[in-house]
């Protein structure tokens, strides 16, 4: 066979195979067409990591468990060059960070809106001057019987200064550092000194207000009774 005709063969054999491929590639559904101009096709080019054996897998959750604990109890411990100590007064800090409020009041119509006509709770009036050491001394017991009282309590303070002498003046306050205590249905029931020296009565007294127990004095609380018995024979 000359060598034109096996090229005309082998080019047939070509053209065959090629014919054949492409009707069984439209049968099975999978013709070939070619992508378009411009389309965005997406390619996973670098494969996902292989999964780790269970045990390797338990062992890196132990791994992460740990180190949140280990995050969470650095916020308890401060290092120090020794070794480490504990932060406990971090610890009270955040315990008392939620403090209460103290209402400041300089004048009659602010005083009787928030002490007069309060209706829901006990009000605490402190009344106090800045230059007044004996108010200074007592400043920080009286913030922490704030804070420690409960929310049925509302506490307000009430400055000497030349514009507001009139007002002390008026409720007749003797001197400072001095408390009123106002009970919502009752209104004005304690007038006393809240001095260094007296505030463990004025605090005892106050929370005798709180638990609803009123502790009257010996003499008068035997007058009560004999009152009473009389009223029943």
């Known amino acids: 066979m000359s060598t034109f005709s096996m090229r005309v ?10 014919f054949l491929l492409l009707s069984c590639n439209h049968v099975s559904g999978f013709a070939l067409s070619r992508p378009k101009v411009g389309s965005l096709t997406r390619v996973g080019a670098v494969a996902g990591p292989p999964n780790l054996p269970a045990e390797y897998q338990e062992e890196e959750r132990e791994k992460r468990k740990k180190t949140a604990i280990d995050s969470d109890s650095s916020k308890d411990w401060t290092p120090t060059k020794g070794g480490f100590f504990a932060n406990l007064t971090k610890r009270k800090r955040e315990k008392n960070k939620r403090k209460k409020t103290v209402e400041v009041v300089d004048n009659i119509v602010d ?8 209706d829901e709770k006990i ?4 009344f106090f001057a800045s230059w007044c050491r004996s108010c200074k001394a007592t400043e920080p017991v009286f913030n922490k019987l704030v804070n420690q ?5 509302k506490f307000v303070q009430v400055p000497l200064t030349k514009e507001t002498s009139f007002l002390q003046e008026g409720l ?7 408390a009123h205590i106002y009970h919502p ?3 004005l029931v304690e007038e006393m000194k809240a001095s260094k020296p007296k505030f463990r009565e004025f605090q005892q007294t106050l929370q005798s207000y709180i638990v609803g127990s009123c502790d009257l004095p010996e003499d008068e609380e035997e ?4 009152e009473t018995v009389g009223d029943f024979q």
Do not use: M, N
């Open 123 to 126: 009000v605490v009036v402190r």
């Open 111 to 118: 005083y009787k809106s928030v002490v007069v006509d309060e």
């Open 9 to 18: 063969v082998v080019c047939f054999l070509t053209y065959a195979s090629s």
């Open 223 to 226: 007058g009560f009774l004999a």
């Open 172 to 178: 007749g306050v003797p001197s400072i550092p001095f």
């Open 185 to 187: 249905e009752a209104g």
């Open 149 to 153: 009282s409960p929310d049925h309590v």
